[in-house]
């Protein structure tokens, strides 16, 4: 039942509504409206409804889900069923909205065929490649719209037989088919921005997935709610489809100990605490990417997490599960008020196999800044240059990071959790192994610069030796100039030496091919080649859209 009225239509997740009650409603509606006054309203709300908030809350365009990518297959009926039935019902085509337009696409960035997820979310670790409630969604897409990227994944994943939800629908339009074996589109780009999510996926070589170093981030304003996690700038690197570095922890209950203080916590992720303390539990504890650039040597977005260390959640239903975990939102725990005043993360994917994270972080009084990276296999830490090591024999190759900035820190490491996985709560079939969890604890202050530079290293090859001199750094062809003294203006030039890609972020003008360019001030600006030209395009910040006040519960 509808708890009152405006209930559903500004609530921002509400998602088992969506998932089955809507659906059902819409059904009964249409099978008694004919006969039945209350039906009949029923149909009519339906309809108004979806056509406000639909497909995926009415400010998603993106064509993934805001909640995640393990529980975008809870939706899967509910989105491919309704505009069917509404298009049957009224002749306009529902597909035409822009989350449909953009889900092909967005199907195959943010998971990939043969690899793991993006990784957001709840239930996002598993499975290990693409499951058939979302293969099926594409098979639907590339039936009724003939989408590229939807045609293409079918054909790499191969799985859509194997969902029965949709079965019936497969066999009543056994009629529309798509080519088999059609390859990834020419002008597939390198990197996808997904504007209203707050996520950015950057793909080295999607078509070879053997050989795809895969780059995702999250900054969002949906903020932390329902099944999202505390993860606001986070990253996830996978290479040859397993995690190189991710999020951590194990989706056995919705808010249990090891949920609210070892998954959904801030600091299960690849981004930040501030003296201990992470993001809070709310939509209030939101992100945003304000820029994304990107060519075919290098994808870029910058994420801006200013806002997301709040304070505690304020939200009913966790202040109840915090109760029941006897669990309290206190600075112990990692929960609290921050004097944090600036963190904003820039991410980039050199093409192919270097990534760099350049860190921008200013607070009110000084804080201990803790720098957090997460591995399924141990860390080897030299803890002289500040540099990790890890090595994955399963897929042979090994990954080096190597943290600098102007401050000293100190780099622990564990594979114990804050709290474990209750064994009672174990699935049957799966295995749940302890994973290791760096934080590089940098020395008191009020503003910090970290530029972080991580190398892959496939086995039977070399790794790009690096080499510093001041703030210059050279990796294989990649020069990097990055201003680590907070008393400067932030700063960073990388400049490719052999094909000359170049990305500046700041406010000095820039030669390029001979040329002069006048740029604006703070602004991000990239020469790479795109849409097969070699152009340069220049960016300041970009607002999201506003998500709404989530009512109060």
Same mark, same amino acid.
């Given at each position: ?12 997740? @509400? ?108 239930? @996002? ?14 098979? +639907? ?13 079918? @054909? ?21 088919? +798509? ?12 990197? #996808? ?138 600075? =112990? ?44 296999? =141990? ?35 564990? @594979?114990?959790?804050? #709290? ?58 990649? =020069? ?57 395009? =220049? ?15």
């Amino acid at each position: 039942t509808i708890q009152r009225s405006g209930y559903e239509e500004g609530h921002i997740f @509400n998602n088992h509504y969506w998932q089955r009650v809507y659906r059902e409603m819409l059904q009964i509606g249409l099978m008694f409206a004919d006969t039945n006054e209350t039906a009949k309203e029923m149909l009519e709300y339906c309809y108004e409804l979806w056509t406000a908030r639909a497909p995926a809350s009415g400010f998603n365009r993106d064509g993934e889900w805001q909640n995640g990518h393990g529980y975008f297959n809870a939706n899967v009926k509910t989105l491919w069923y309704v505009p069917d039935l509404l298009s049957y019902l009224t002749g306009t085509d529902f597909l035409q909205h822009p989350f449909y337009k953009n889900l092909g696409k967005a199907l195959v960035y943010a998971w990939p065929p043969s690899s793991m997820s993006a990784g957001f979310g709840d239930g @996002n670790e598993v499975p290990a490649t693409p499951p058939r409630q979302r293969v099926a969604l594409a098979d +639907y897409i590339a039936r009724e719209t003939s989408d590229p990227y939807a045609i293409w994944y079918c @054909n790499e994943n191969k799985n859509a037989t194997d969902d029965f939800d949709m079965r019936l629908y497969r066999i009543g339009k056994s009629n529309k088919t +798509y080519v088999v074996n059609q390859p990834l589109p020419a002008d597939a780009p390198k990197a #996808v921005w997904f504007k209203d999510l707050g996520e950015m996926v950057a793909h080295s070589n999607l078509p070879q997935h053997q050989e795809n170093l895969f780059l995702s981030f999250r900054s969002s304003p949906f903020g932390s709610g329902s099944h999202t996690l505390s993860d606001q700038n986070s990253f996830n690197l996978h290479f040859r489809g397993i995690p190189v570095y991710r999020s951590t922890g194990y989706y056995l209950h919705f808010s249990d100990a090891h949920n609210l203080m070892s998954y959904r916590h801030t600091r299960a992720h690849n981004t930040l605490l501030i003296d201990g303390i992470g993001q809070p539990f709310s939509t209030k504890g939101y992100g945003k990417v304000v820029r994304m650039l990107g060519g075919q040597h290098i994808s870029y977005c910058l994420g801006d997490a200013s806002n997301a260390y709040s304070g505690i959640s304020e939200y009913p239903m966790w202040i109840e599960n915090f109760r029941n975990a006897k669990i309290g939102q206190s600075a =112990e725990n990692g929960f609290g008020e921050t004097p944090l005043k600036k963190y904003r993360r820039h991410l980039f994917l050199l093409h192919p196999d270097i990534v760099v994270v350049y860190d921008e972080l200013e607070a009110e009084k000084p804080v201990c800044w803790e720098w957090l990276l997460h591995s399924p296999v =141990e860390f080897r830490v030299d803890e002289k240059e500040n540099k990790l090591t890890t090595t994955y024999p399963e897929k042979k190759f090994s990954s080096v990071a190597q943290l600098f900035s102007h401050s000293s820190c100190s780099i622990t490491q564990t @594979n114990e959790f804050v #709290v474990a996985p209750d064994p009672k709560k174990f699935r049957k079939g799966r295995t749940y192994p302890n994973q290791w969890h760096m934080t590089a604890s940098f020395e008191k202050s009020s503003a910090n610069r970290i530029l972080t530079i991580i190398r892959i290293q496939p086995d039977g090859t070399t790794v790009p030796q690096l080499m510093r001199d001041g703030n210059d750094f050279r990796v294989g062809d990649w =020069e990097i100039t990055a201003e680590l003294d907070t008393a400067k203006q932030a700063d960073i030039l990388i400049r490719n030496v052999e094909n000359g890609a170049l990305f500046s972020f700041g406010n000095q003008n820039l030669q390029i091919e001979g040329r002069s360019y006048q740029r604006e001030q703070g602004s991000s600006l990239l020469y790479d080649e795109m849409d097969g030209q070699w152009t340069v395009r =220049e960016m300041q910040d970009r607002e999201p859209q506003p998500t709404g006040a989530t009512p109060e519960m």
